[in-house]
């Protein structure tokens, strides 16, 4: 990454938008979360966490998901002090072209506006195979097609609007969450008058006949690297902070919030899987929500689940879509992208970036419908590999914007929110990061990332360099 170069930075803690700027302020600190716990409680928790638990054996799938919690919360922390200073829409990419430079900016946010892109048409492809569990004669593409047109509405109408449908989203998510702790771990103490046999008791299942770490540390490895893209989501706050009722308050509210329930929701979740289902039979050919309840005998377990797992998919495709709309308003508010995806509805909705953003998603959709499988998987783990660069990309940014406001005279104390332990938390979680992606090398199932993510990110940097470092330089 480019140095931080001398210039004077704006760091008063509640910064206003511009003038021309008319995205409104209407989401609360309740916004905020559910928007945050909708991104991140996905098909990662309710499909692959068996997976996980496959490759990591019960406790080292517990130790994963612990550890990509404390990841999550470095990050937030970094980009609870960021979301504060500069309280703007799609704010990732302006923090660090105002912290660190503005290629690396520019090339945050087309990192991530991919992450999400590809996301959106997997979301839709999932949830219309999902469909056809109901409705076996009606084709994929259909249902695809009714989902991108309700997301869009959700959408197109209001960012409070937006909020509202997310807070209803993840409150199905996480109610089926918390029915899995409550009655699994019922189930796992003895209490299960539904089940028709033998069940685990405890924690029994942790003892394996290979010892706690069946597959070794190699296989909790590979699953941190899957469990850092599982809790890809969190950042949303940062990007929804320029539509947010009084930033100085509710973004630190949120984010304590957020990775408190992101902790007890995902590391009791898995715990609970991990307990009731050998690690020999749980895998990807079914949920591992839908085989708990079955086990304790819940009656239409798997139709229940195939609704809130298709809740959660769509959760997940609303808040990308956010997100992606947001991001190409930001890229042409700064003059990095055409004018006009800045254009805004009555209602203050980027409905041009809002339109664009759901053409790259169904050109996702497209490609993982038609593509061979490779194709597929390369589209996936490029959103991997987006996700950790832009968490690189917030802890570094907070490290640059906290040196530059201490070196202007800005006092720490007088923050709204402040990362603690710094420079701790941001190099601690920017190595993390560095870690992870150097063991997607040794994974055949990823390198693909590599293979793409690191190009693209190049491309970006050249192509910002030969379109827009002269105009730059100049504002500079």
């Known amino acids: 990454m480019e140095p931080s170069p001398p ?10 938008p511009r003038a021309g700027s008319a995205l409104r302020r209407s989401m609360g600190s309740r916004h905020l979360v559910m928007i945050a716990m909708g991104g991140v409680i996905g098909s990662g928790l309710f499909v692959s966490s068996g997976y996980t638990i496959s ?4 406790l080292g799938a517990v130790i994963a998901y612990l550890v990509g919690a404390f990841v999550v919360y470095l990050v937030m922390a970094c980009l609870g002090e960021l979301a504060i200073a500069y309280p703007v829409s799609g704010a990732f990419h302006i923090y660090a072209a105002r912290s660190i430079g503005p290629a690396t900016g520019f090339a945050t946010a087309w990192l991530y506006w991919l992450c999400w892109a590809v996301a959106i048409g997997s979301e839709f492809t999932a949830s219309g195979l999902l469909m056809q569990r109901w409705f076996p004669g009606v084709e994929v593409w259909v249902w695809c097609l009714v989902f991108a047109a309700v997301l869009f509405g959700f959408n197109a109408i209001s960012s409070r609007f937006f909020g509202e449908a997310e807070f209803w989203f993840a409150i199905v998510k996480v109610a089926a969450i918390i029915g899995l702790i409550v009655l699994g771990g019922a189930a ?14 405890l924690f029994q299942n942790f003892a394996t006949e290979s010892g706690l770490f069946p597959n070794g540390a190699t296989g909790i490895l590979v699953t941190v690297l899957a469990v850092f893209y599982a809790f890809s989501g969190s950042e949303l706050i940062g990007v929804a902070a320029g539509e947010t009722r009084d930033p100085a308050t509710a973004i630190p509210k949120a984010l304590r919030t957020t990775v408190v329930r992101l902790l007890i929701f995902f590391v009791g979740a898995i715990a609970v899987i991990a307990a009731t289902i050998p690690y020999t039979e749980v895998g990807l ?4 929500f839908v085989t708990v309840f079955s086990a304790i005998g819940i009656p239409f377990a798997a139709d229940i689940m195939n609704f809130v797992i298709i809740t959660a998919l769509l959760s997940a495709g609303n808040s990308g879509l956010f997100s992606c709309a947001r991001m190409l308003y930001s890229l042409a508010d700064e003059g990095h992208a055409p004018r006009a995806l800045k254009k805004l509805t009555s209602r203050g909705i980027p409905l041009v970036a809002l339109s664009v953003s759901m053409v790259g998603g169904l050109a996702s959709l497209i490609s993982s419908v038609v593509a061979p499988e490779t194709v597929y998987l390369v589209l996936v783990s490029v959103a991997g590999f987006a996700v950790v660069g832009v968490w690189m990309s917030i802890t570094a940014s907070h490290y640059f914007h906290r040196r530059a406001f201490v070196r202007d005279g800005g006092d720490v104390s007088a923050l709204a929110y402040k990362a603690p332990l710094f420079p701790l938390v941001p190099i601690l979680a920017f190595s993390l990061c560095v870690i992870s992606l150097i063991g997607i090398a040794f994974d055949p199932a990823q390198v693909a990332a590599l293979y793409f993510g690191i190009p693209f990110v190049a491309a970006c940097y050249l192509y910002f360099h030969i379109r827009h470092a002269r105009t730059a330089g100049a504002v500079r």
Do not use: I, K
Request: hydrophobic share 30%.
């Open 285 to 288: 050919d079914e949920s591992p």
């Open 188 to 201: 796992l103490a003895g209490f299960h008058p539904l089940s028709g046999g033998s069940h685990p008791f």
């Open 7 to 16: 210039l004077t930075l704006d760091h008063r803690p509640a910064a206003q």
């Open 55 to 58: 490759q990591a054996g019960p």
